[in-house]
């Protein structure tokens, strides 16, 4: 479904990844981990449109789309939820998820589909006519993930899900994550809760300053030695 | 008198409304001040009217060439001032000066187009008045302020109903966000610069009908007006813009009634400095 070969992207003079390549088969669940500044927005970002790379290719369904605008690929059927959620907070609750369905027209599928979050994310319907930005963090990334999943995307692309919010409201979040990979969508998400994001990935990929160092199925990467001492908090856990 | 002369405050501020309202929307989507927006309605206006005085056209025709030139001129505005510096990605700073450089360029324009001198807005409407209580309006007041406030409702709908307005809410908000949310963030750009320079356009020809007369450099002292507006309603804000338009009017028509008319700027914008000294951010702005 996507399949990205060689891609590097930088800030100004900084390469943030370089040489990255990685594949997103359909229907899969794939995480990218790493630590902090090891470029997992920046490829993110890439692949939604927001950055332009320096070099590589990114294929989406079989087009190249690098160097797309990220509306052209929203059209085409990604979508992404950004890190740190991104709600519009001086838009309502269901303003939020209209403008995810920005380029559909079928008034009926939109309402249907308004209608499946809700039930999804029951708290949704109760904050419906409230502004975005007074809801908590968890709600928040309830709402960005809704948000994203209107305008009926093939892959779904998700930055960091889990940065900043309560550990039982993070086991909600990849409950959910899981579930919409059961729907049918295929999710490419990027985590620093390595546990967590392996323990419901197909496969797995590492990133450590801008390269993919480790890949593999989403188990054998959580029983990987290496993996395990950097990003497991190493043996005496286990 | 004093709600005679609220009437006509209220009339003259409808306009500054109108002008505040495009730099506010401009700002909104862009994060700029947009420097060319009072030259580019005065352009668009000196059309409309040229097309009265010397083709004898109807009133109706100069209001739509205004609507249409000073769309026009926002969208050359937004194609060479605006976009290939944010496409460079360079400070807000710049585009501040390449507006003003758009700014110059239309102003001598109009001085070698239409003349530096000021030009009569023909009487269309009559001297009538109506007399309503113990208020007397006239005519032409009544449609300037008719107008105006038809204008803001229907924005006002327009924003926070339509698909297009909301679009432009996202954008104003966040435009990454708005962009991966699937929105073409510079058509909200587009249609955004054009419709603050189209809403001038209606002013300016309100403006020259109330006072009767248009002058080139007209642009430069409307276009502090409804920057003072903006500010004083709070950057970003479109019901402060409305707001605070109507409040700039009444000041300035009070101030002129009660004996002060040379002071007339002075006091309108000393009572601004004197409003923003308690409420930095404008009266409807935010806290950043």
Known sequence: MLSIRDLSTSYGQIKAIRNLSLDVEEGKIVALIGANGAGKTTTMKTIAGLLTPDQGSITFLGQRVEGWKPHKLVSAGLSLVPEGRAILGQMTVLENLEMGAFQRNDQAGIKEDMEKMMNWFPILRERLTQLGGTMSGGQQQMLAIARALMSRPKLLLLDEPSMGLAPIVVSDIFRVIKQINQEGTTVLIVEQNVKQALKIADYGYVLEAGQIVYQGTGESLLTDEKVKEAYLGGRKHE | ?288
């Open chain 2, 1 to 288: 008198m004093f709600l005679q002369q609220l009437v006509n405050g209220l009339t003259v501020g409808s306009t500054y409304s109108l002008i505040a309202i495009g730099y506010t929307l401009i700002f909104g989507v862009l994060g700029i001040i947009n420097m060319a927006h009072g030259q580019v309605f005065i352009f668009g206006s000196f059309v409309g009217l040229i097309l009265v005085t010397n083709f004898d056209m109807p009133i109706a025709v100069a209001f739509l060439a205004s609507i249409v030139v000073s769309g026009i001129l926002g969208l050359i505005l937004e194609f060479t001032a605006m976009r290939p510096l944010r496409k460079k990605n360079v400070p807000h700073l710049a585009s501040l000066i390449s507006t003003i450089g758009f700014a110059t360029l239309l102003e001598e324009g109009m001085h070698k187009l239409f003349g530096a001198d000021s030009r009569a807005v023909p009487d269309t409407f009559g001297s009538q008045a109506f007399q309503l209580g113990s208020v007397q309006i006239r005519a032409v007041d009544l449609i300037i302020l008719g107008i105006a406030v038809v204008l803001m409702v229907v924005l006002h709908f327009w924003i926070n109903k339509t698909k297009v307005g909301k679009a432009i809410r996202a954008t104003a908000e966040n435009t990454e966000t708005a962009s991966v949310l699937g929105i073409n963030t510079n058509m909200v750009i587009v249609t955004t610069v054009v419709l603050a320079s189209s809403l001038g356009g209606i002013a300016g020809m309100l403006i020259g009908m109330t006072y009767s007369a248009l002058i080139p450099s007209m642009g430069m002292t409307l276009g502090f007006k409804g920057l003072a507006v903006l500010i004083l309603g709070g950057v970003g804000s479109i019901p402060g813009a409305m707001i605070c338009g109507l409040i700039l009017g009444v000041i300035e028509v009070f101030t002129v009634a009660y004996g002060a008319s040379s002071y007339r700027d002075a006091v309108a914008f000393g009572l601004i400095i004197l409003i923003l000294l308690i409420r930095p951010q404008g009266l409807f702005g935010r806290k950043a």
